[in-house]
């Protein structure tokens, strides 16, 4: 995703657990609505979360806006104006977490991703340790679905076997040059398996 619209609960817990850093090394533009900056910046949110939108990154676009969505009564204001910058911006992506918002921003063609999904996006180009950034996250009032986790965290074991299996270089070499192959694959009597 190159340009994305995220919500206060995402960035929240991107910064408690100390992984907002690999947002910008993932997407190219992050925009918010002014509200979801508010939010953050609210005395009942983490001292962490109020000093790092006090001065935001260069990366990170605060844009006023409102809400021009039908399902406000749904959704708190946070969400119901993420939802309708992605829409207005034409974002490629909405970073989200409430289920009521996700379920409502996928059925108006939106590609949500939530905060699971970007770490483990994070860890797959091995920006982060994802068992590390998922205990982490545990440690904080997040709530998640354990199967999930569990799901996200078992890719992420058979990417880190198959890293370790097969080297780059050598992976690399080998899918260039297909017609490679030991001495015993080349006797026609062997059974390849």
């Known amino acids: 995703m190159r340009f994305v619209v995220a919500d206060t609960t995402l960035l929240n817990y991107l ?73 207005l911006l034409n974002a490629d992506g909405l970073l989200m977490d409430d289920r009521a918002g996700v379920m409502i921003a996928r059925a108006r063609g939106l590609r949500v991703i939530g905060t699971m999904g970007l770490l483990d996006a994070a860890a797959a180009r091995e920006l982060i340790d994802l068992p590390t ?10 709530h998640y679905p354990r199967a ?18 097969l080297p780059r270089q050598m992976g690399s070499t080998l899918l260039q040059n297909p017609t490679h192959h030991s001495k015993t694959q080349t006797n026609p009597n062997h059974t390849k398996y």
């Not at 009942?44 to 021009?68: E, G, H, M, Q, Y």
């Open 133 to 142: 950034a998922f205990e982490l996250l545990r440690q904080t009032t997040f």
């Open 15 to 87: 910064i408690l657990i100390g992984c907002i850093d690999v947002l910008p090394q993932i997407v190219d533009r992050v925009s918010i609505p002014s509200i979801v900056r508010d939010e953050l910046l609210r005395s009942a949110a983490p001292p962490k979360v109020r000093n790092w939108i006090a001065t935001p990154p260069a990366w990170l676009d605060i844009v006023d806006c409102v809400s021009r969505n039908l399902f406000d009564e749904f959704l708190d204001p946070g969400e119901a104006t993420a939802i309708s910058l992605a829409e």
């Open 148 to 165: 999930l986790m569990d799901e996200l965290l078992l890719a992420n074991r058979r990417r880190s076997v198959r890293a370790e299996f």
